[in-house]
């Protein structure tokens, strides 16, 4: 029986080892931010019209919003166009978003670009189950998604995602080899040995909080 070398390291150590925190804490301000202004905007329209809309909204605003996040984190975020996904790039990491209603992981399986994005997680799928592999080579790419959830209806805390976490698929997006809130997978950089991870943050959610405003 193959016996898992101890030096191999678990997804949130990956995570952890290439993606900085201030990263990690400036997309989850950024969403929320994008989420209020996209409920902000959707204000006033017909009841017939506010789930679609506001819906649209939150893909709108939260893509800019997070792209100013990986802007400012050194996060290489691709060109906002259309309707397309915002993607960067950390480490090993390509990065992303969307939207799901609380509960329905299997929405995000809806993208062909989410599903496309994920098959790159084949090569760290040994991380969860080593035991079942005979060789793990350190890996060049991977994807990691940052999820809001809400709560999926207009009259329960519509203005703002109910949990932001960061999720990391199998290589067909039909299962999750790692899935945390990102308030708890933040105290993951304080467990990390020093130096491997940038101890200095600045205050990107000032910063993105000036981008526009945001809606009282």
Same mark, same amino acid.
């Given at each position: *029986?193959?016996?898992?070398?101890p030096s &191999? %390291?678990?997804i949130p150590? =990956?995570?952890?080892?290439?993606?900085k925190? %201030?990263?990690?804490?400036?997309?989850?301000e950024a969403?929320t931010?994008?989420?209020?202004?996209a409920?902000?905007?959707?204000?006033?329209?017909?009841?017939?019209?506010?789930?679609h809309?506001? $819906?649209?909204?939150?893909?709108?605003?939260?893509? @800019?919003?997070f792209?100013?996040?990986?802007e400012? $984190?050194?996060?290489d975020?691709?060109? !906002?166009?259309?309707n397309g !996904?915002v993607?960067g790039?950390?480490?090993?990491f390509? =990065?992303?978003?969307?939207? &799901?209603?609380?509960?329905?992981w299997?929405?995000? /399986? /809806?993208?062909?670009?989410?599903?496309h *994005?994920?098959?790159a997680?084949?090569?760290?799928?040994?991380?969860?189950?080593?035991?079942l592999?005979?060789?793990?080579?350190p890996?060049?790419?991977a994807?990691a998604?940052?999820?809001?959830c809400?709560?999926?209806?207009?009259?329960?805390?519509? @203005?703002?995602?109910?949990? &932001?976490?960061?999720a990391?698929?199998? /290589?067909n997006? /039909?299962?999750?080899?790692f899935? @945390?809130?990102? @308030?708890?997978?933040?105290?993951?950089? %304080?467990?990390?040995?020093?130096?491997e991870?940038?101890?200095? &943050?600045?205050?990107?959610?000032?910063?993105?909080?000036? =981008?526009g405003?945001t809606?009282?």
């Amino acid at each position: *029986m193959h016996t898992p070398s101890p030096s &191999i %390291e678990t997804i949130p150590d =990956l995570l952890v080892r290439n993606i900085k925190r %201030e990263v990690v804490m400036a997309v989850d301000e950024a969403l929320t931010v994008g989420a209020q202004r996209a409920f902000a905007a959707a204000r006033g329209l017909h009841n017939g019209h506010m789930p679609h809309a506001v $819906g649209q909204l939150r893909h709108f605003h939260m893509n @800019e919003t997070f792209h100013q996040a990986l802007e400012a $984190g050194g996060a290489d975020p691709s060109p !906002i166009r259309g309707n397309g !996904i915002v993607t960067g790039r950390a480490g090993v990491f390509a =990065l992303a978003r969307f939207n &799901i209603p609380e509960g329905f992981w299997i929405n995000g /399986r /809806r993208s062909k670009t989410c599903r496309h *994005m994920s098959f790159a997680n084949l090569a760290i799928e040994p991380l969860v189950q080593p035991g079942l592999f005979g060789h793990y080579a350190p890996s060049s790419t991977a994807v990691a998604f940052f999820v809001a959830c809400f709560s999926g209806s207009l009259r329960a805390h519509p @203005e703002s995602p109910v949990s &932001i976490q960061i999720a990391v698929p199998d /290589r067909n997006m /039909r299962g999750w080899l790692f899935r @945390e809130p990102i @308030e708890v997978f933040i105290k993951r950089y %304080e467990l990390a040995p020093a130096g491997e991870h940038d101890l200095v &943050i600045p205050k990107l959610k000032t910063n993105v909080r000036k =981008l526009g405003g945001t809606p009282q």
